[in-house]
């Protein structure tokens, strides 16, 4: 009898915890994984295609893990966000070195220097350089002096952090691109089922025409095949001031976002912390939803999340991760995080535009975070509008 009302009891308890848990409005949710070797192996579509579809499809997070990265990977992404530590904690003067006011802080150094809706953000710094080129303008001056922040070279702080920065960001980077190639082969076919559905339940003669006239260009084309702007962004967050958002609700203009799993610190001992609980990235999943992304547990992975550039370019069959960075409760410790991302993206003149038969309302149709984000709608009114102008427009849009 008292074991039967113990096991009721629980039962019971279990019950409300879990309304509790559902009439809360952030859950958290395993982020969808995928294995490198399978992914990179061309023959193993079976098994990949679905998981990524699952991320990044209609009620998918856009956020997909790619476990079992190389071991020589994981160890310089290890190297490099204690570089980003290391340039992070230079004097305020010698920073101002890698400084390009010229060129809006998006090259080099960047702190407290660009506002974030309205407010003036020193929750983290950044060290930005193109990815994968020293000059990725090839010498051409005309292309230098029209897209000057796309081209331009930062100076590299390795000799005052006395560690080679700009061989590790560039090797790290590259390997993060490499790997985007297969992600997007594999997104790709979801903008293919997706755009095929699109057409069968609008068979006109004139959607028919449209499709015989023009090819879309597949994401991985777009990114590696005709662009050389991939950005690489080092993020070094300082530790929470009042549990201040190290990052506010925003999405990517890349068309794919690598991100390396973080390393945290404690500040005041510089070594390396865990997360504080509730730490990390939310996405946000719906109106009012906000979903905690649960991380495997080494740190053997990559994430890929999806960007503005491939909403636009797949006329809404992908949709843009809404994301923010939370300092979760350090409990009195000061702890700081660094992290790394690389922005795959559209080349600087590359015109943007809805595939052919569909529209801009496509673009919008399932936008969910206007009350927390600066809608598309807003920012992109006409179509094709290159890259460059586009990401002007957004920048405008969130920083003024
Ligand atoms: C820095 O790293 C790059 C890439 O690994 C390498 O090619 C270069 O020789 C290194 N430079 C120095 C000074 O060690
Ligand atoms: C496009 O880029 C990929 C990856 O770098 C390469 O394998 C492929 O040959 C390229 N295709 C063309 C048409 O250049
Ligand atoms: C989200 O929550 C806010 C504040 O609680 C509320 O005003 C708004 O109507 C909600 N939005 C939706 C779409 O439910
Ligand atoms: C955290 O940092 C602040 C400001 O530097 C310092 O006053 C405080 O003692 C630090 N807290 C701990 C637990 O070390």
């Known amino acids: 009898m008292t074991k039967a009302l113990t096991v009721w009891l629980f039962g019971f308890l279990r019950w409300l915890t879990a309304r509790a848990a559902t009439?809360?409005?952030?859950?958290?949710q395993h982020v969808v994984q995928t294995d490198y070797s399978e992914l990179i192996s061309s023959n193993s579509d079976p098994t990949v295609a679905p998981l990524v579809a699952k991320a990044f499809g209609q009620h998918g997070l856009g956020i997909l893990a790619v476990r079992g990265i190389p071991e020589a990977l994981a160890q310089a992404r290890r190297e490099l966000l204690y570089m980003s530590r290391s340039v992070a904690l230079l004097s305020p003067e010698t920073l101002a070195k890698y400084e390009r006011p010229d060129l809006d802080f998006v090259v080099g150094w960047s702190r407290g220097r660009e506002k974030f809706r309205g407010k003036v953000d020193t929750a983290k710094g950044s060290f930005y350089a193109n990815a994968l080129y020293a000059d990725p303008a090839q010498g051409d001056p005309m292309l230098e002096a029209q897209y000057p922040s796309s081209t331009a070279e930062p100076a590299w702080p390795d000799a005052d952090i006395g560690a080679n920065l700009s061989g590790c960001f560039r090797d790290v980077a590259r390997a993060m691109y490499t790997i985007s190639y297969h992600v997007l082969?594999?997104?790709?076919?979801?903008?293919?089922?997706?755009?095929?559905?699109?057409?069968?339940?609008?068979?006109?003669?004139w959607a028919h025409k449209v499709r015989r006239r023009k090819r879309r260009l597949p994401l991985y084309e777009v990114t590696h095949n005709?662009?050389?702007?991939?950005?690489?962004?080092?993020?070094?967050?300082?530790?929470?001031?009042?549990?201040?958002?190290?990052?506010?609700?925003?999405?990517?203009?890349?068309?794919?976002?690598?991100?390396?799993?973080?390393?945290?610190?404690?500040?005041?001992?510089?070594?390396?912390?865990?997360?504080?609980?509730?730490?990390?990235?939310?996405?946000?999943?719906?109106?009012?939803?906000?979903?905690?992304?649960?991380?495997?547990?080494?740190?053997?992975?990559?994430?890929?999340?999806?960007?503005?550039?491939?909403?636009?370019?797949?006329?809404?069959?992908?949709?843009?991760?809404?994301?923010?960075?939370?300092?979760?409760?350090?409990?009195?410790?000061?702890?700081?995080?660094?992290?790394f991302a690389v922005f795959?993206?559209?080349?600087?003149?590359?015109?943007?535009?809805?595939?052919?038969?569909?529209?801009?309302?496509?673009?919008?149709?399932?936008?969910?975070?206007?009350?927390?984000?600066?809608p598309l709608r807003d920012r992109l009114r006409k179509v094709p509008v290159d890259f460059a102008q586009f990401l002007a427009d957004s920048v405008r849009e969130y920083y003024d």
Do not use: M
């Not at 979801?190 to 699109?198: G, K, N």
């Not at 730490?279 to 960007?307: H, I, S």
């Open 23 to 28: 009439d809360q409005e952030t859950c958290s």
């Open 344 to 374: 795959v993206e559209p080349n600087w003149n590359e015109p943007l535009s809805p595939p052919p038969g569909s529209g801009l309302k496509d673009v919008y149709a399932d936008e969910h975070a206007s009350d927390v984000i600066p």
């Open 185 to 205: 082969r594999h997104a790709d076919s979801v903008v293919e089922a997706a755009l095929s559905q699109r057409r069968r339940r609008l068979r006109t003669f």
């Open 226 to 339: 005709r662009s050389r702007l991939h950005v690489g962004r080092l993020l070094h967050y300082y530790p929470s001031v009042r549990q201040q958002n190290w990052c506010g609700w925003h999405n990517d203009n890349s068309i794919l976002t690598v991100l390396a799993p973080p390393l945290y610190f404690d500040d005041d001992t510089g070594a390396e912390a865990s997360a504080p609980p509730g730490a990390g990235l939310v996405v946000y999943a719906a109106p009012n939803k906000t979903v905690r992304v649960e991380l495997p547990d080494d740190d053997r992975f990559l994430l890929f999340q999806l960007g503005e550039a491939s909403q636009v370019l797949s006329g809404g069959a992908l949709v843009a991760t809404p994301h923010a960075v939370l300092p979760g409760a350090s409990e009195g410790r000061n702890v700081s995080r660094d992290t």
